[in-house]
T-cell receptor, first 111, second 112 residues
Framework: SQTIHQWPATLVQPVGSPLSLECTVEGTSNPNLYWYRQAAGRGLQLLFYSVGIGQISSEVPQNLSASRPQDRQFILSSKKLLLSDSGFYLC??????????FGPGTRLTVL | GENVEQHPSTLSVQEGDSAVIKCTYSDSASNYFPWYKQELGKRPQLIIDIRSNVGEKKDQRIAVTLNKTAKHFSLHITETQPEDSAVYFCAASNSGYSTLTFGKGTMLLVSP
């Protein structure tokens, strides 16, 4: 079955520090992959999606970036974190029937 | 692009009552409509979905209805239980596109 792995589960970082969150998918090849952010008590904000290696689409301008170095790997990065970057970061994949399935998420707190 | 509106933002019911959450969408080309349940601190989980060639779909206590003419779809939960308490998200997409457009979510509280 198709599974999304994310790590770490929780992360506390100081303002101005760099960020790297990794997402890997197993059980499928050439999947569409997505990064969402969810602020406390809020909805799902799509940040980036990728339809293949090296292909990134950005939905919201911000100080974050994404990369897809391998078919089953999707990385979210920042050079300098802001307080407003705090939130719950979810990676998702898409099955051929359009269903999106989510990873367990990373809770990021920027202090 | 697609726009999905979801109502209500919060819904409180007594155990055993029914709950209905409604969503409207703007893109008449959308043809896939999933519903996700997200418990506190957890990932969203797909609970039911419907495609535009079907008007209604049921899975035990959960059902979804779709009105393509009016461009709205609804989630119905019968005989609610405290464990149904969660945030529910609707979404819409056109299979020709890569992304889902989500509603803002409904927090359902089921009191024992």
């Amino acid at each position: 079955s198709q599974t999304i792995h994310q790590w770490p589960a929780t992360l506390v970082q100081p303002v101005g520090s760099p960020l790297s969150l990794e997402c890997t998918v197993e059980g499928t090849s050439n999947p569409n992959l997505y990064w969402y952010r969810q602020a406390a008590g809020r909805g799902l904000q799509l940040l980036f999606y990728s339809v293949g290696i090296g292909q990134i689409s950005s939905e919201v301008p911000q100080n974050l970036s994404a990369s897809r170095p391998q078919d089953r790997q999707f990385i979210l990065s920042s050079k300098k974190l802001l307080l407003s970057d705090s939130g719950f970061y979810l990676c998702a994949g898409r099955r051929e029937d359009n269903e999106q399935f989510f990873g367990p998420g990373t809770r990021l707190t920027v202090l | 692009g697609e726009n999905v509106e979801q109502h209500p933002s919060t819904l409180s019911v007594q155990e055993g009552d029914s709950a209905v959450i409604k969503c409207t969408y703007s893109d008449s080309a959308s043809n896939y409509f999933p519903w996700y349940k997200q418990e506190l601190g957890k990932r969203p989980q797909l609970i039911i979905d419907i495609r535009s060639n079907v008007g209604e779909k049921k899975d035990q206590r959960i059902a979804v209805t779709l009105n393509k003419t009016a461009k709205h779809f609804s989630l119905h939960i019968t005989e609610t239980q405290p464990e149904d308490s969660a945030v529910y998200f609707c979404a819409a997409s056109n299979s020709g596109y890569s992304t889902l457009t989500f509603g803002k979510g409904t927090m359902l509280l089921v009191s024992p």
